[in-house]
């Protein structure tokens, strides 16, 4: 399974963005999907994550400015507005997949990443 993340981009202060993140492969099933993100000199934080059933849950600090989508083709989506200086970070998307193998039968399910991409909000 393999997520290919974009739309990362340098914004002002109070712009949007909106990030996507579309998983391909031989994918048996997606479970959880979501985004992390990476400021320098911090650890990995979760940002927002989405079940299967379409259930939500953020951090704090994104609480009604982000919001994050899904489609059936599993794509899942970020849309933030309001950015501030502090969202400044590399997003990663993960998305917890069982793979396809042959006969019919599918791995255990595993968390697997994106690329990353950068945004970056300037004051």
């Known amino acids: 399974v393999q997520l290919q993340a974009s739309g990362g981009g340098l914004v002002q202060a109070g712009g949007s963005l909106r990030l996507s993140c579309a998983a391909s492969g031989r994918i048996f099933s997606i479970n959880d999907m979501g985004w992390y993100r990476q400021a320098p000199g911090k650890q990995r934080e979760l940002v927002a994550s989405?079940?299967?059933?379409?259930?939500t849950n953020y951090a704090d600090s994104v609480k009604g400015r982000f919001t994050i989508s899904r489609d059936s083709k599993n794509t899942v989506y970020l849309q933030m507005n309001s950015l501030r200086p502090e969202d400044t970070a590399v997003y990663y998307c993960?998305?917890?997949?069982?793979?396809?193998?042959?006969?019919?039968?599918?791995?255990?399910?595993?968390?697997?990443w994106g690329q990353g991409t950068l945004v970056t909000v300037s004051s």
């Open positions: 989405i079940t299967r059933d379409g259930n």
């Open positions: 993960i998305a917890a997949s069982r793979e396809l193998k042959g006969w019919g039968k599918a791995t255990a399910e595993t968390n697997y």
